[in-house]
């Protein structure tokens, strides 16, 4: 079990959403916190929120498609959170986005720009914390995909194909790591409230509040839970849909 009080966790795209919010859950827990983002002002204002509540946060202006700039801030911030045996007990791999692929209005570079940013904005900051974690036999890394990993909505190919090898990649890290002390988690939320959403102009059903979602998240890391899916309503279409042929999931989400 890995408990969130006095654990050090380092936490990428913590500017906003579920970054921002599980940040500020888990400093309610007891432990500390270093925040990544590329919005420098929106990082001081948290940890100073933060500090005033009698919490350790600390902060560094970095964008995850730059590994130079990453890895600088990286270990900026596991020096300053006193870590730098291990670089944090926890690191939240949450940086990520979306963007439309409308084919009447396709627009070159934004497949690429995705899975630079959801995929390999991981990976980058998964690479730097393995050498740590494998030499101290411990360590936990969390990704936030989506549900959006298990199906090929139509118009966000690169949005769902970034989450979907999110997430097998990181159900491999945690099969290959086990033994050696490390442990994986993946989480699989649906529609959660955020600057993503609010720009959304369709039906979000089953749209969770972000702190009913990182109470959740929170909850999942200290149980050491595998691989988390939620809502219950989007974990049961999960389940069913993977009983169906390809051809009739393809159908199903075809758009009318």
């Not at 919010?21 to 990082?43: I, K, M, N, T, Y």
């Not at 899975?115 to 690479?127: E, F, K």
Request: contains cysteine; positive net charge.
């Amino acid at each position: 079990m890995t408990q969130l009080r006095d654990a050090s966790v380092l936490i990428t795209g913590a500017s906003s959403g579920i970054g921002e919010h599980l940040a500020r859950e888990v400093v309610a827990r007891g432990g500390r916190v270093g925040l990544l983002a590329r919005r420098s002002d929106r990082l001081e204002a948290l940890a100073t929120e933060l500090r005033e509540t009698g919490g350790t946060a600390v902060w560094a202006a970095a964008d995850v498609t730059d590994p130079a700039g990453l890895t600088e801030a990286l270990d900026r911030i596991s020096a300053d959170l006193d870590a730098t045996d291990i670089g944090a007990d926890i690191i939240v791999a949450n940086a990520g986005t979306n963007l439309p692929e409308n084919p009447s209005r396709y627009r070159p570079g934004i497949a690429p720009k995705l899975y630079d940013i959801n995929l390999q904005g991981m990976v980058r900051t998964i690479d730097w914390a393995m050498p740590r974690y494998l030499e101290a036999g411990r360590g936990h890394i969390v990704g936030i995909a989506s549900v959006a990993s298990f199906f090929g909505f139509p118009g966000s190919p690169s949005y769902c194909g970034s989450k979907a090898a999110m997430r097998i990649h990181l159900q491999s890290l945690r099969v290959t790591l086990r033994r050696r002390g490390i442990r994986v988690t993946c989480i699989c939320p649906g529609y959660v409230k955020s600057e993503l959403t609010d720009t959304v102009d369709h039906k979000m059903p089953f749209l969770w509040e972000t702190d009913r979602a990182v109470r959740l998240i929170a909850n999942s890391i200290e149980k050491d839970r595998g691989e988390v899916v939620f809502p219950w309503q989007m974990r049961w279409m999960v389940r069913t849909f993977r009983c169906f042929p390809p051809s009739v999931v393809e159908w199903i989400l075809r758009p009318r």
